[in-house]
């Protein structure tokens, strides 16, 4: 073991003081955001330490109006989790109550009476006396407000949120949301699932909607043709007639929920499977700020707590290089000058683990050694009280977890995605002990990106890279305090970091990132590789694409009566069109390789690809605990498929196993290299897949590796697949290697003989 001493880690004040009920003086970085919303620049991307005060971004907004009198109507927070948000918001909340009185509470809107001055040093600037709502938007919000008021769809639920703002007043706005909210409302999508399924049909339709908007653009000189070409089109898509007066209502409640802030928290979050719809997100925000008559009040900020190189290209090349701007917030010394502590001082113990595989990848065996580093730390874990042990896998979270409590008799609160072992607490218990009271969190993904936990003062931290350790290690010490972090080293690695240390015992936070550097690679290998190729995929480009096109063809509908005012849009259409490599090919693509069946439509312009499988813990008493990815369920834990009939997956013990081992379909003989190679590159639901399989004269084995019962439960969620042929020529060897890590991680099937690969299938 080797320990070293880390300086705590602080951020520059700047000059600028709010004074409401309580004070505040804002950081340095806070202010050049500020400074950023009256510049005509429309993006801003901001690396900033965890716990630095990124959420501030969303009043940076109004402070504009106040010092610069912009015109903002308020921010739009999105998140990658709904504990993020509904986190974020509870820390606006804590905020906003040092400055103002809270007025009203109805159908969950948070409206603020704030009096509040603003100074430049000590020179006084301006006084602001207005109102700042508060509104959550997330499935679980809506469905407890849709049933508290006997509402029957979502929508007037949004109705009924829209008009209390209206009511009271609200002058400033911010909404917490998931990106599914903003981004089925902007691309129109937000509808039933049978109207959703038509509106998709005419969106994919070869390239109806990219030839209309290119013959529109082709006739904006002669108005007559014009209107008479954009009646033909409403004629031609009926379902969009009669929906007039309803996307008049989806309209208002956008345009009343939605501000025209855009602050994208976590961004490096959204890799490869959701970037694609991310990306569309950003440009469905560009799209509508094309249709206002505010055009420069449309601003987007990226923010991220690990600085990803990768994603910052991707960024740039969406919104165009010279319209974004950049604010890294390095730390400072904290003896120096004027500064605010974001993190205390910090003992970081490198454990040292024997790995059986050496590189880069070793890393990632640290995971299978949580276990064994808890059974040996659970006394120090018990002594600091307030703890947080972040694994990779859930079942190594799970085991850590009852070591952990078989040894102290202590209840831990495990996270993981899937609901906790019964004995043990789940998520309700960090919200009621977010900052005091004892807490051992066991958690993964789930918890890294949830309640923002305050004075944590030890620490576990498993990481395959170096920007999951930067998260991770970001959630100890918040709030100031001091705290031990351990980490588990691969033995070759230890001998390496302490050579680059070189005896020194006491370091700066950036110093043990820049050793850690030496050691570790940058990011996540899927992210690394997958966000370089993701959008050189067709089944990518599609999901980019189709968002688009369905907010076009909604807006052929709005404005049929002054077609000429769309002309910005169009072009821009289809100038994000040849940025997504949308040509010919892919038309062509669309037309001959994807299914239309709606479920496989309706998948493909999901937010999110994460198909769930209803599942049942042992013993909980033919209770559905949840939800979770059929792959997770049978790569964690040993399982069997309810035998009563339901259609759900029956969780017992965690058992390691390896993800590649379960995320494959065996054959005995592989099908012809004929039927593999027309499947190349096709979308289609599994059930179909698997009957052309079957009818190939070749069946499915019964596998040692639980592939019967994952087929079973494939195909009775009928997913939807896209095929690519593993030996196809046309396949590149950048796609080959994606593949097999995507399958590594078990985000890709693999169709396997004799234990070779013959194809892949990604889950949609």
């Known amino acids: 073991m ?23 003086i804002l950081r340095r970085f806070q202010e050049n955001i500020i400074d950023f919303f009256k510049d005509t620049r429309s993006y801003l991307f901001l690396s900033a330490p965890t716990g630095s005060g990124k959420t501030f971004t969303l009043l940076a907004p109004l402070l504009s109006n106040i010092l610069y009198g912009t015109k903002y109507d308020g921010a739009l927070g999105i998140y990658p989790t709904k504990p993020l948000t509904v986190d974020q918001l509870e820390s606006l909340k804590s905020i906003l109550g040092k400055l103002g009185d809270t007025e009203t509470d109805e159908h969950h809107v948070t409206i603020y ?77 937000y509808r039933s699932h049978h109207d959703l399924a038509k509106i998709l ?31 033909y089109i409403i004629r031609h898509v009926k379902l969009l007639v009669g929906e007039r007066g309803a996307e008049r209502e989806l309209a208002d409640i956008s345009s ?39 055009r420069e009040m449309y601003r987007v900020v990226f923010s991220s707590a690990t600085p990803n190189q990768q994603v910052l290209y991707v960024i740039e090349k969406i919104v165009g290089e010279s319209s974004m701007e950049k604010i890294v917030v390095e730390p400072v010394d904290c003896g120096s000058g004027s500064v605010v502590k974001v993190k205390g001082k910090t003992t970081v113990e490198l454990y040292p683990v024997k790995t059986r595989l050496t590189g880069p990848i070793a890393w990632f065996e640290t995971d299978s050694h949580l276990p064994q580093v808890v059974d040996v ?41 899937v609901a906790p072992p019964l004995d043990f607490h ?57 705290s031990k972090i351990v980490v588990p080293v691969p033995n070759a690695y230890l001998s390496e970091i302490v050579k680059k240390l070189r005896g020194k015992n006491t370091i700066s936070y950036s110093e043990l990132i820049e050793f850690f550097s030496w050691v570790m690679p940058y990011e996540h290998i899927v992210k690394a590789l997958g966000n370089k190729t993701a959008m050189a995929w067709n089944i990518n480009k599609l999901r980019a694409y189709l968002p688009l096109a369905t907010h076009v063809l909604v807006l052929l509908l709005r404005y049929r009566d002054k077609p000429m005012d769309l002309k910005p849009v169009l072009q821009d259409f289809v100038n994000m069109a040849g940025m997504l490599g949308i040509d010919d090919k892919f038309f062509s693509w669309l037309s001959n390789k994807v299914s239309r069946n709606r479920e496989v439509l309706v998948e493909l312009a999901s937010f999110r690809l994460s198909p769930s499988v209803p599942y049942a813990r042992y013993g909980s008493k033919e209770q559905v605990d949840g939800e979770a990815n059929p792959i997770t369920l049978f790569s964690n834990y040993d399982v069997d498929l309810d035998g009563t009939g339901k259609f759900r997956v029956i969780i017992k013990e965690p058992m390691q196993k390896a993800v590649s081992d379960v995320a494959v379909i065996e054959m005995i003989h592989p099908p012809t290299n004929s039927l593999l190679s027309s499947l190349n590159d096709a979308v289609i639901p599994f059930r179909l897949l698997l009957d052309i399989l079957i009818k190939s004269r070749k069946s499915p084995k019964r596998s040692r590796l639980l592939s019967d019962p994952l087929i079973k439960v494939l195909e009775a969620m ?20 994606l593949l097999e890590i995507l399958h590594v991680y078990g985000l890709a099937l693999a169709l396997k003989c004799s234990g070779e690969a013959y194809a892949y299938m990604l889950l949609l």
């Not at 070293?4 to 409401?20: A, M």
């Not at 301006?126 to 929508?155: H, P, W």
């Open 2 to 24: 080797y320990t070293i001493e880390v300086k705590p880690l602080c951020v520059e004040l700047g000059c600028i003081k709010i004074v409401g009920k309580e004070e505040f």
């Open 113 to 189: 009476e704030l009096d509040i001055e603003v100074f430049k040093g000590n020179e006084k600037v301006n006084r602001y006396r207005g109102k700042i709502g508060l509104v959550l938007l997330t499935r679980d919000n809506i469905e407890k407000l849709r049933g508290s008021l006997a509402m029957e769809s979502g929508r007037s639920v949004l109705d009924a949120i829209r008009k209390v703002l209206l009511t009271e007043n609200v002058d400033y706005l911010i909404t917490f949301a998931v990106p599914e909210y903003p981004y089925l409302m902007l691309s129109h999508m």
């Open 201 to 231: 049909d005419i969106a994919s339709s070869r390239e109806f909607v990219y030839r209309a908007v290119s013959k529109m653009l082709s006739l904006m000189n002669d108005e007559d043709k014009l209107r008479s070409y954009s009646e």
């Open 256 to 294: 009343a929920l939605l501000p025209s802030v855009l602050f994208f928290d976590e961004f490096h979050t959204w890799s490869f499977y959701e970037l694609p719809t991310a990306i569309a997100l950003v440009l469905l925000h560009r799209l509508v700020s094309l249709t206002s008559t505010r």
């Open 377 to 417: 730390k659970a006394s120090e874990i018990e002594n600091y009280k307030r703890v947080i042990v972040l694994g990779r896998r859930i079942w190594s979270v799970v085991e850590a977890a009852k070591e952990f409590h078989k040894r102290t008799g202590k209840t831990p609160v495990v996270v993981t995605g």
């Open 426 to 482: 789940g998520r309700d218990a960090l919200v009621e002990r977010k900052t005091i009271g004892e807490l051992y969190v066991f958690g993964n993904y789930a918890v890294e990106l949830g309640v923002d936990l305050q004075n944590i003062y030890y620490s576990i931290v498993i990481a395959s890279n170096l920007g999951e350790l930067v998260q991770r290690m970001g959630r100890s010490g918040r709030g100031g305090v001091d």
């Open 718 to 737: 009928n997913v939807p697949i896209y095929f690519i042929y593993a030996r196809e020529n046309t396949v590149d060897t950048n796609r080959i290697r």
